[in-house]
């Protein structure tokens, strides 16, 4: 299309540009004048990330044709801040850093944006006119309360928190990269690149399994001179394989004839970036041979089934156990025995950010720059995939746009790293939202069996149970979760007898891999709904059954592990108990009151979850320098995905140090310049990581009470090239100038290595899988429309035992997002590959469909962990569908078993409570 | 390679459209996701320029909603309380943003079963305006919409406008729309209807639409006939019986089954009468 010339305004400046007229309006604000706030995150409707305001009304900047705003004036996050609309907008800036309604801040800018377009004819929303107002922007990380709590606090004055030295630790910081989220500053993966980058896209299979062949791509190369090469399997000059097991990299780059899922990778093409987006599939020399495929686990585990993987005849990937006491006597024995099935869907993670990144040659080492959650192990399996040495690769973090798991494992980065490493020039990419959705990981699928017994008082004498996990056509994080599972799956209560055993299935399906509880998730739904069970059978409150046999510090866990410390979920309980009878009591007065086409219910879901590894080691290192120059800097590797672990280990180590958090400065991520922090994930890096920072900041402290000979209270004060420290009356000024330097100008290092004790586990799952376990336990009321089957949730209350809260603000933020994807768990998400593969039909819940969330935290302190803190990541998200599901059927009756529960499957199971005879 | 014409001259696009075959754009909101994955090269017109094509006017026996009418500008004010259901809709299509720059006509024109637009324009009676360099002509939107994404637009034709008659008598509107989730949702099911009544209460024409149970949205006439005549009061909901709805099709996909719509339609047409009825019984009290 031949290009026009377009005159507006932008961010209040006249701006003439010239290009394709259809081209989107996002795509032109982002790669001509290189306003990258404007995030994209779907490019067609579904996720608000483009809001930008066009006469000042808020619009889906993907949407709109660049033709279509000549004349007109558009603002975009960037102008926010140049004050020269309206007044009131840094401040609404400032109440989103306050109220940390930025988490991973790829939703901010179209946030901001929306809220922009109602307080300008709007300055005092009520909640429902802000809701209704940025209903159109989705947030996978916040669950949307923070944001509409920054709306309405308009306004109000607020003081700075600026905590003094020693008082970082439980201090409502705002986060450190705030500013650069609410500003769009902030370089997600698509934001930025070499200006000579080629482009690069990924050929993938439309196929759940299929042959296939190229032919000769030199008719391609003719009629597209702007393509510069076509990679494939055989250019991959390492092995073509990667995976998460060192044992089970079973997952090529390139598929090698034969594709094994329906959005697998079997090439790429590289060019300029106009000839590779208008070069369609359709243009290309593939002969494709569909084949019988495995679509779920019934199928894989049919008898002649093919096997997904030749080397593994049954399709059954690994298999989990752990089996404590005599279950089958156990059972027998007990007079109230519970059980049932239950099944769940792929979960699609649904970060709003795509897969994206760039990847560049230096010499003989390849560089990345990338959304990611694991930055090592991202650098050794490029290294092994390109045949070089872990040295030669450098991982360079880009902010992270929401990972939850889903950025664990690779995506786009091997594919630009081998094209990169043969062209010798940067190579750039961004997953497409279906692309993302189909070739990505999901959340395994479960197919549950379990069975509870119970003995007259209540105590649960054992517990039973099966799970067959569907982990796609690749192994991905499938052993974690076969694993972790069986551990998990009785739920946090003491139960002296018990066989948990599971399978990870190979199917033709997308992999299933890490999503927030590694399946815990799933099995919590299976152990809730016989907990209520069993607590109707016996008479008993559901909170009561489930507080007489929580967990606690003195008893043994089903794999023989002592609980030492720290398990606080009775306690969690007790303070729920108010909530719990009021609510209770309130449905009751509601449903006898109205006419019964909506009835409410309250129910309760509780959790356990091992921090860290399941008894694999899981090392964080973490280097604090003080400069010549008086600055103390953070070489923090434990990258930040929203959740806040840039802000928590700088209030970590700055009370370890004893500075005040303002006078740490941190370099973050980059594996040439910090150290192994692992990954971030199993909810690990606060426990994990903090430690390694609390143990940084400790050694730098003790090395300059050393050169100051004073004791171990003394305080420190840092003024520029000098450190003074105050010991009883005494004052010692450090001058470092005076001191050697590095070659970086350090002239101390404090270093901390933290990996948390766990034993391996034996044949029965015996021994000692984790250091300590997060507990909590979650209250959902809400309000089912019996003729319809729709599900309102009114409510939910929290109450979760972190240990520590290092930053409560942080951690509540953690806790909401969590109830946000358990609600979507419970009521909405459900991936079916090839037909629910972009965010109009895939849903996630919007800033209607999470209700108000009372947040109780329980400080149990773990002594391994930086001042007392465990981790909250998956913790968050584990209990609230068990208490949806349990909240329906105290509701209805209706016990659903198969997820989400969509409308009409809770009005299928209502419809059977009612035949059932009473 | 692909051309664009922005023109500002209604005349200038359709002789375009006479010459040649056009992709129309308007507010894009359609056009722009169905280009995700790849772009192809293609002729487009864009109409948002076109002066005369918004707003609404009075033309004596009836209004005229103009093509490019936005779903927040018939959300913001429309001249009768008849577009009540109407304007419900427009507030339940997808988010603010997609309400700023989504049309009306494109809604029409997009033809999806789950157009929540079409059920409200049917119970309006509504008729599509379509110029062409040969001429105008109307249709009921019922012959309009022909099928799943069918029109019956011709290739030089362009939606002008939506026209809906004025009631006869004092009239109520509503609409419900059943998603599984609160914002940004296609509906799994959908129900708008207008009753008119008489001074004395007695229904003088009743109109339900069900909306994603069929290829295109369906009138259940059955009903419509018999509540006309009568008196509105509490009862008037429990005269729909299954059987209105059987001219229905629902199907099975990933948004819900197709027993469940036909339950759920029943339900909400139902709640469709109620509401009417109560708004009917308001304004006699
Ligand atoms: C995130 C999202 C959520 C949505 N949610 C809903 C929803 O809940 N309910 C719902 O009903 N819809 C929904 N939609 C679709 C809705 O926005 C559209 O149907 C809209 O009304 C179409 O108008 P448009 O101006 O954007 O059309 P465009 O996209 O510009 O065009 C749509 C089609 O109509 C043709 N066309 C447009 N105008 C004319 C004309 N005057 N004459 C001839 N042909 C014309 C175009 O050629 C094209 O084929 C949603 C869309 C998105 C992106
Ligand atoms: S990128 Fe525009 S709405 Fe998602
Ligand atoms: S903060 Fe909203 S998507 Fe991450």
Known sequence: MSAVTVRCRINHDDVEVTVAPTRRLSDVLRMELGLTGTKIGCDAGDCGACTVLIDGRQCCACLVAAAQVQGASVVTVEGLHNGAAVTVLGELQRSFARHGAAQCGICTPGMLMAASELIARNARPSEAEVMDALGGVLCRCTGYRKIVEAVLDLGSVAVPIAPAAGAAVGARLVRTDAAAKLTGQERFGADQAPADALWLRAVRSPHARARFTIGSLDALHRSFPGLVRVFTASDVPGANRFGIYPTLKDQPVFAEGCARFRGEAIAALVGDRATILALGDRELPIAWEPLPFLAGIDAALSPGADAVHAGVPDNVLVRGRVVSGDVDQALAAAPVVVEGSWSTSFVEHAYIEPEAGYARRVGDRVEVFTCTQTPYMARDEIAAILGILPGAVRIVPSAVGGGFGGKLDLSIQPLLAVATWHLNRPVRGVYHRPESMASTTKRHPAVMRARLGADADGRLVGFEFTGDFNTGAYASWGPTVASRVPIHAHGPYHVPNARCLTRAIYTNDVPAGAFRGFGVPQAAIAHEALMDDAADKLGLDPLEFRRLNALRAGQRTTCGQLLEHSAGLGECLDRLRPRWRALRAEADTINRANDGSRRRGVGIGCMWYGIGNTSLANPSTMRVTLGRDGRVTLYNGAVDIGQGSYTIMAQICADALGVPVSSIDQVTGDTDLTEDAGKTSASRQTFVSGRAAALAGEDLRRQILRLANAGPRAQLVLEGPVVSVTDGGGVRRIELARLAADEQGNVLVGHGTFDPPTRPLDADGQGVPYATYGFAAQIAAVEVDVELGTVKPLCIVAAHDVGRAVNPTLVEGQIHGGIAQGIGLALMEEYLPGKTENLHDYLIPTFGDVPAIEVILVEDPEPLGPYGAKGIGEPALIPTAPAILGAIRHATGARIVQLPALPHRVLAAIQAVSRRPQ | ?285
Not at chain 2, 53 to 79: F, K, N, Q, Y
Not at chain 2, 166 to 189: E, H, M, N, W
Request: hydrophobic share 45%.
């Open chain 2, 1 to 285: 390679m692909g051309r664009f014409l922005r023109p500002s001259a209604l005349d200038d696009a359709l002789r375009a459209l006479a010459a040649g075959r056009w992709t129309v754009l308007a507010g894009g909101t359609d056009h722009y996701p169905a280009r995700v994955v790849e772009q192809p090269d293609e002729d487009v017109l864009d109409i948002t320029r076109i002066a005369g094509l918004g707003g609404v006017v009075d033309a004596g026996d009836h209004w005229r909603i103009g093509a490019l009418a936005t779903w927040s500008e018939i959300a913001a004010a429309m001249p009768h309380p008849i577009f009540r259901g109407l304007q419900l809709a427009a507030r339940e299509v997808g988010g603010a943003q997609i309400q700023n720059r989504a049309t009306i006509a494109g809604n029409l024109c997009n033809a999806s079963p789950a157009a929540d637009g079409v059920p409200p324009l049917m119970t309006l009676d509504a008729q599509v305006e379509l110029a062409s360099a040969a001429g105008l002509r109307c249709l009921p939107l019922d012959r309009f919409i022909r099928g799943n994404r069918q029109t019956d637009r011709r290739g030089d034709e362009l939606v002008t406008a939506i026209r809906v008659p004025k009631p006869g008598q004092d009239a109520r509107s509503t609409f419900l729309k059943l998603g599984a989730r609160r914002y940004l949702v296609i509906s799994i099911v959908m129900v708008a209807g207008v009753i008119e009544i008489e001074p004395r209460g007695r229904i003088a024409a009743a109109r339900i639409a069900v909306g994603a149970c069929s290829a295109v949205a369906r009138r259940l006439v059955g009903l419509e006939a018999d509540l006309t005549g009568r008196m509105v009061d509490a009862t008037s909901a429990r005269l729909v019986s299954p059987a209105h709805l059987d001219g229905l099709a629902p199907i099975d996909d990933a948004r819900g089954s197709a027993a469940y719509r036909r339950e759920a339609s029943l339900v909400l047409v139902r709640r469709c009468v109620a509401e009417l009825a109560d708004a009917a019984q308001e304004r006699a009290a």
